[in-house]
């Protein structure tokens, strides 16, 4: 379970991690239920989510995201 708080207009991502082995069948990740992201609390503005599933997956903030794919354009 990961907790991640988020203001009115920004997302996350959530993807498999980098440890992840790509030959492992997707199925695997969800062995156990499917991923569920669940509001814990309500601020004003903002709200608190908690995710649960598989601990291969990440939680990415957006704002994460995009610094990652400017890392990317500038190497490329």
Do not use: H, K, W
Request: hydrophobic letters at 45%; charged letters at 25%.
């Amino acid at each position: 379970m990961e907790f991640i708080r988020r203001e009115i207009g920004q997302a996350i991502s959530i993807r498999p991690g980098t440890e992840l082995d790509p030959a492992m069948p997707i199925g695997e990740l969800f062995l156990n239920g499917p991923v569920s992201v669940v509001l814990v609390a309500l601020e004003p503005g903002a709200g608190r989510f908690a995710v649960y599933g598989d601990s291969r997956f990440e939680v990415v903030p957006d704002e994460l995201l995009a610094r990652e794919g400017d890392a990317t354009n500038a190497i490329g």
